[in-house]
């Protein structure tokens, strides 16, 4: 089966989603051997996730390795290219259905012995700190700007050519900041596949005592860093970042 640009933001993203949502499914559910490693657990195994996710999806294909539609969009609307955005924003929502679908099987004892539904859909997607949705969107919005300002000033010019292979580090590190500084207020979500991907997955997994899989809030992981992404693209445009 040959590479392609599809079939690594799929498996790529399928990795960020299985890392990801695995490092949070360790954390929070019960009778884990890294129940209750708290946030610092959380934001330095998404980065790392973050990392091996861009290398896979380069492997498999996928120079650009974006492994989120913002990503996607951002750089669409910085270089007036949308020649990517359906088949990679199809290739990484399919991937974050089925990173979330390897969780729930990687974890399967575990969602019978942890009681909260809550816990159980956090392992799969983002929920605010304090509900309100002008403040929630805002919080994304303005994470997935610094994200894409971030990924641009990596890449930028002016910094000379990287040593090769020393991208997806720095991504990491962008990641780790971003959600060690960015995320309390909504868990920084910063990308529509990580967070819709496996929220229907929650939803049609059969997980005891699962709960909602919270329809209301969902819309907002979406819609707030594709806020943030175009806004973050048209920076890049106008200063030619």
Same mark, same amino acid.
């Given at each position: 089966m040959q590479t392609s640009p599809f079939l690594g933001e799929l498996i790529g993203t399928m990795v960020l989603l299985l890392l990801g949502d695995g490092v949070v499914a360790n954390v929070v559910l019960k009778q884990t051997k890294g129940n209750s490693g708290g946030w610092i657990v959380i934001t330095t195994g998404w980065a790392f996730a973050v990392t091996i996710a861009i290398f896979v999806a380069k492997a498999f294909g996928s120079i650009d390795a974006h492994l989120n539609p913002a990503v996607t969009l951002a750089f669409a609307v910085a270089t007036n290219d949308y020649s990517h955005v359906i088949p990679f924003?199809?290739?990484?929502?399919?991937?974050?259905?089925? &990173?979330? @679908?390897?969780?729930?099987?990687?974890?399967?004892?575990?969602?019978? !012995?942890?009681?909260?539904?809550?816990?159980?859909?956090?392992?799969?997607?983002?929920?605010?700190?304090?509900?309100?949705t002008g403040p929630n969107l805002l919080s994304e919005a303005i994470a997935t700007t610094v994200f894409i300002l971030g990924l641009s000033g990596i890449s930028s010019k002016a910094l000379g050519v990287l040593a090769t292979g020393v991208g997806p580090y720095?991504?990491? !590190?962008?990641?780790?900041?971003?959600?060690?500084?960015?995320?309390?207020?909504?868990?920084?979500? @910063?990308?529509?596949?990580?967070?819709?991907?496996?929220?229907v997955a929650h939803a049609l997994l059969p997980i005891p005592g699962k709960g909602s899989s919270d329809w209301a809030?969902?819309?907002?992981?979406?819609? &707030?860093?594709?806020i943030g992404?175009? !806004?973050?693209?048209v920076l890049i445009q106008l200063f030619a970042l």
């Open positions: 924003f199809t290739a990484q929502m399919l991937g974050g259905v089925l &990173g979330g @679908i390897l969780v729930w099987l990687l974890y399967l004892p575990h969602w019978a !012995v942890t009681p909260d539904p809550g816990d159980k859909l956090a392992v799969f997607c983002n929920s605010p700190a304090i509900r309100k720095l991504v990491g !590190v962008l990641v780790w900041s971003i959600g060690l500084s960015l995320g309390g207020p909504t868990g920084y979500a @910063i990308n529509p596949a990580r967070d819709l991907g496996p929220r809030y969902a819309w907002i992981p979406v819609a &707030g860093p594709l992404a175009a !806004v973050g693209g």
